[in-house]
């Protein structure tokens, strides 16, 4: 089984920053990739930033140039530095993380999402 621990959010004015980390633990084999993404009050879910293995990056159009994902293989953390941070930003973000898990049956493919971390951007 697969956890997944996030942290970071909170309150912050517009033009400001915040860190989002994301750290999975439990019978992990390997990671295939680790993302944020982000749900607005009355809209769907949508992808922020993905990293897969060998470090290819993957961002929405809204953040490129704002905000940066990282990955810390040792740790299987991944972070989320967001800089100069708009009301739009203001969401619920969720991390996501998939790969192999050792299990009692095996090794398995794995997806698990996070409980959420909510950031909002004040005007």
């Known amino acids: 089984q697969v956890q997944l621990v996030e942290s970071g959010g909170g309150l912050v004015q517009a033009g400001g920053s915040l860190r989002l980390s994301c750290a999975a633990s439990g019978s992990i084999f390997g990671i295939n990739a680790m993302g944020w993404y982000r749900q607005a009050p009355g809209k769907q879910r949508e992808l922020v930033a993905r990293i897969i293995t060998g470090g290819v990056t993957t961002y929405a159009d809204s953040v490129k140039g704002r905000f940066t994902i990282s990955r810390d293989n040792a740790k299987n953390t991944a972070y989320l530095q967001m800089n100069s941070l708009k009301p739009e930003d203001t969401a619920v973000y969720y991390c996501?993380?998939?790969?192999?898990?050792?299990?009692?049956?095996?090794?398995?493919?794995?997806?698990?999402w996070g409980q959420g971390t909510q950031v909002t951007v004040s005007s």
């Open positions: 996501n993380t998939n790969g192999v898990a050792v299990t009692s049956i095996g090794k398995l493919n794995y997806d698990y």
